[in-house]
């Protein structure tokens, strides 16, 4: 009822305020002629306690039973005061002005005439010298006054809803706006990237080489200008891609997300607190977009789903992780619904070793935290690197680039599959690059060598192609990760610190192809069971047998994680990785399947 209470318009509580002015004022009447009527004054001060009281909590909690109660004690009260003084039919006019104030649709058609015409042919029957006539005018008029304060606000709340609507949908157009220019700028990246990109990369490294055989001094000021030159170029072709690039994606995180939050309070009429915790540290690309987009989301639902009037953002940057926090004082909302913004907010933190979690009760408002890992240089220890790639120059360009980062070394490199594996036997690294298209063995053919040969070495397709069942092949044949070459060198050596700790990692936007492709087979296949093939044909690492093990147990990620002493992310990313080697779509295929294959004890 509190509740109720709180989300009044002013025309509620004018309404309150009318009725119990009228009924007090009308109570004292009813005391001071008291000698005039037959029952109890108990009783009538107990009867225009139940007209006050009753009609209003049936409109507040029923709406079906309101007119009725109504019409029978309020309506019953003034025959009976008008059976002694025929001009008590005047109480009536404030019930009149209700009635048609609070009636709605069909409801008119038999409330108009009962109040109207009824009543005072009732009010004539028991007191005789009463005009009809003049009774029923003044009725009509206090209903045809309550229709109109009825059509007043009933515009008003309309009005109220526009305007809350029309505020998410500034916030949705703002969002469609945003993804609109980030799916642009990431369309034009690869594309430079693959064309442009890799002609200007080639030709400062060939440059470069060149460098040695150059002994006059006129040579080497002819080399430094063409490099600067090319340096030039490629980082205007930067700048242009850079000038289309989401507003959140140009500004620190903590810069970029207070605008949010102002812009959110400025558009949804809401209270909106930011506060933020530790000194900043710089983050990945991917974790700034997954925190921007988790409060985005969060606000949104705040206001849309949880009507919510105030909401906390804070961020709290912490040693080995960044926390993010989202509180509202909103409805709440039921347990174990989750729709698509909650999703995708959810599978940004897991494809990043992260985790989201929402706490959320009836009436007690949401909660909403995203963690992410903080992502940062391997003091004690360096990453034995090979890089396989078909493209000379760019495997020279991806040494220099990796090789700037101190826990970063690369061993070896190799310019197909077939080399690959001869180089893991001399070399032995831990983490190898690998092409996908490559003359003699193909990198779908190496990773599943290597992988059979050496099961602890790392593997991370990295390739200029979006092709879903190659990525589909490249995870079952054992790979730990698949990402495409457009990818930032800062996110890349990011994602190889993930990937050697253990993590599995795939493009988010490939993720979706590969399950879309994986739901499209299912329901292709029919009720028709496809053969089960041999165990060793879905090449599960020892850790995701692991994960399967436990999922067949019936136990949850958590649960798995504290077992296993990983994080909550990692553990899905796990059983993602298996999900999409044994070719099904949830857990409980992924247990079925793995049965059939023999694959658990």
Same mark, same amino acid.
């Given at each position: 009822?509190?509740?109720?209470?709180?989300?009044?318009?002013?025309?509620?509580?004018?309404?309150?305020?009318?009725?119990?002015?009228?009924?007090?004022?009308? %109570?004292?009447?009813?005391?001071?002629?008291?000698?005039?009527?037959?029952?109890?004054?108990?009783?009538?001060?107990?009867? $225009?306690?139940?007209?006050?009281?009753?009609?209003?909590?049936?409109?507040?909690?029923?709406?079906?039973?309101?007119?009725?109660?109504?019409?029978?004690?309020?309506?019953?009260?003034?025959?009976?005061?008008?059976?002694?003084?025929?001009?008590?039919?005047?109480?009536?006019?404030?019930?009149?002005?209700?009635?048609? %104030?609070?009636?709605?649709?069909?409801?008119?058609?038999?409330?108009?005439?009962?109040?109207?015409?009824?009543?005072?042919?009732?009010?004539?029957?028991?007191?005789?010298?009463?005009?009809?006539?003049?009774?029923?005018?003044?009725?009509?008029?206090?209903?045809?006054?309550?229709?109109?304060?009825?059509?007043?606000?009933?515009?008003?709340?309309?009005?109220?809803?526009?305007?809350?609507?029309?505020?998410?949908?500034? $916030?949705?157009?703002?969002?469609?706006?945003?993804?609109?220019?980030?799916?642009?700028?990431?369309?034009?990246?690869?594309?430079?990237?693959?064309?442009?990109?890799?002609?200007?990369?080639?030709?400062?490294?060939?440059?470069?080489?060149?460098?040695?055989?150059?002994?006059?001094?006129?040579?080497?000021?002819?080399?430094?200008?063409?490099?600067?030159?090319?340096?030039?170029?490629?980082?205007?072709?930067?700048?242009?891609?850079?000038?289309?690039?989401?507003?959140?994606? %140009?500004?620190?995180?903590?810069?970029?997300?207070?605008?949010?939050?102002?812009?959110?309070?400025?558009?949804?009429?809401?209270?909106?607190?930011?506060?933020?915790?530790?000194?900043?540290?710089?983050?990945?690309?991917?974790?700034?977009?997954?925190?921007?987009?988790?409060? $985005?989301?969060?606000?949104?639902?705040?206001?849309?789903?949880?009507?919510?009037?105030?909401?906390?953002?804070?961020?709290?940057?912490?040693?080995?992780?960044?926390?993010?926090?989202?509180?509202?004082?909103?409805?709440?909302?039921? $347990?174990?619904?989750?729709?698509?913004?909650?999703?995708?907010?959810?599978?940004?933190?897991?494809?990043?070793?992260?985790?989201?979690?929402?706490?959320?009760?009836?009436?007690?408002?949401?909660?909403?935290?995203?963690?992410?890992?903080?992502?940062?240089?391997?003091?004690?220890?360096?990453?034995?690197?090979?890089?396989?790639?078909?493209?000379?120059?760019?495997?020279?360009?991806?040494?220099?680039?990796?090789?700037?980062?101190?826990?970063?070394?690369?061993?070896?490199?190799?310019?197909?599959?077939?080399?690959?594996?001869?180089?893991?036997?001399?070399?032995?690294?831990?983490?190898?690059?690998?092409?996908?298209?490559?003359?003699?063995?193909?990198?779908?053919?190496?990773?599943?060598?290597?992988?059979?040969?050496?099961?602890?070495?790392?593997?991370?397709?990295?390739?200029?192609?979006?092709?879903?069942?190659?990525?589909?092949?490249?995870?079952?044949?054992?790979?730990?990760?698949?990402?495409?070459?457009?990818?930032?060198?800062?996110?890349?050596?990011?994602?190889?610190?993930?990937?050697?700790?253990?993590?599995?990692?795939?493009?988010?936007?490939?993720?979706?192809?590969?399950?879309?492709?994986?739901?499209?087979?299912?329901?292709?296949?029919?009720?028709?069971?496809?053969?089960?093939?041999?165990?060793?044909?879905?090449?599960?690492?020892?850790?995701?047998?692991?994960?399967?093990?436990?999922?067949?147990?019936?136990?949850?990620?958590?649960?798995?994680?504290?077992?296993?002493?990983?994080?909550?992310?990692?553990?899905?990313?796990?059983?993602?990785?298996?999900?999409?080697?044994?070719?099904?779509?949830?857990?409980?295929?992924?247990?079925?399947?793995?049965?059939?294959?023999?694959?658990?004890?």
């Amino acid at each position: 009822m509190f509740d109720m209470v709180k989300r009044w318009y002013w025309y509620d509580w004018l309404m309150f305020i009318i009725r119990l002015i009228c009924s007090i004022s009308l %109570a004292f009447t009813t005391i001071g002629l008291q000698q005039y009527f037959t029952l109890p004054i108990a009783v009538l001060v107990l009867w $225009q306690l139940l007209s006050f009281s009753v009609p209003w909590l049936c409109l507040q909690l029923d709406y079906k039973y309101y007119l009725f109660t109504e019409i029978v004690i309020s309506g019953g009260l003034c025959l009976y005061l008008a059976s002694f003084f025929p001009q008590a039919y005047f109480s009536f006019l404030l019930y009149a002005f209700l009635i048609a %104030a609070h009636s709605a649709k069909r409801a008119y058609l038999w409330s108009g005439p009962v109040s109207i015409l009824l009543i005072p042919a009732l009010i004539k029957l028991i007191a005789e010298q009463s005009e009809y006539w003049v009774m029923a005018v003044h009725i009509g008029m206090a209903y045809v006054f309550g229709f109109s304060f009825h059509l007043l606000s009933l515009n008003h709340r309309q009005g109220e809803i526009i305007r809350d609507q029309n505020a998410v949908l500034e $916030q949705y157009l703002s969002q469609i706006e945003r993804i609109t220019l980030a799916e642009e700028r990431n369309r034009l990246s690869k594309d430079l990237h693959d064309t442009v990109g890799n002609a200007y990369t080639s030709l400062i490294m060939g440059l470069e080489t060149l460098r040695p055989e150059l002994s006059t001094d006129t040579g080497t000021e002819r080399l430094d200008s063409l490099l600067n030159l090319a340096r030039q170029n490629m980082e205007d072709v930067r700048g242009y891609v850079h000038q289309i690039e989401s507003p959140h994606e %140009a500004l620190p995180l903590l810069q970029s997300l207070r605008k949010l939050a102002e812009e959110f309070q400025e558009h949804a009429k809401v209270t909106v607190r930011f506060h933020a915790y530790g000194e900043e540290y710089p983050i990945t690309k991917q974790a700034k977009t997954a925190l921007y987009r988790c409060v $985005q989301e969060s606000l949104t639902n705040a206001v849309r789903h949880g009507h919510s009037t105030e909401i906390k953002v804070s961020v709290q940057f912490e040693p080995q992780q960044t926390r993010l926090e989202i509180q509202d004082n909103g409805r709440g909302m039921e $347990q174990g619904r989750e729709g698509f913004g909650l999703s995708a907010m959810k599978e940004r933190a897991m494809n990043l070793q992260g985790h989201v979690a929402v706490y959320s009760e009836p009436g007690e408002g949401t909660l909403v935290t995203c963690t992410l890992p903080r992502q940062t240089e391997l003091k004690d220890e360096v990453i034995r690197l090979l890089v396989v790639d078909d493209q000379p120059f760019f495997r020279e360009s991806l040494r220099t680039l990796l090789e700037e980062h101190q826990d970063l070394q690369v061993v070896g490199t190799a310019e197909d599959g077939e080399q690959a594996i001869e180089l893991c036997r001399q070399v032995q690294p831990q983490l190898v690059l690998m092409d996908l298209e490559m003359p003699n063995v193909d990198g779908i053919s190496a990773s599943r060598t290597i992988k059979e040969t050496w099961p602890h070495i790392r593997i991370l397709i990295l390739t200029t192609f979006e092709d879903t069942k190659q990525a589909l092949e490249a995870m079952r044949s054992g790979v730990d990760g698949y990402l495409l070459k457009s990818m930032q060198p800062l996110e890349l050596a990011e994602t190889i610190r993930t990937v050697h700790r253990g993590g599995t990692l795939i493009d988010q936007g490939m993720s979706h192809k590969l399950f879309a492709q994986l739901e499209l087979e299912a329901d292709n296949s029919g009720d028709d069971p496809s053969p089960i093939k041999a165990s060793s044909n879905y090449e599960l690492t020892p850790r995701e047998l692991e994960i399967l093990q436990y999922v067949s147990k019936g136990l949850r990620y958590k649960s798995i994680a504290s077992k296993l002493y990983l994080s909550d992310g990692t553990v899905r990313n796990y059983a993602s990785s298996a999900y999409v080697k044994l070719g099904v779509r949830n857990r409980e295929e992924a247990v079925q399947k793995a049965r059939e294959a023999g694959l658990l004890e």
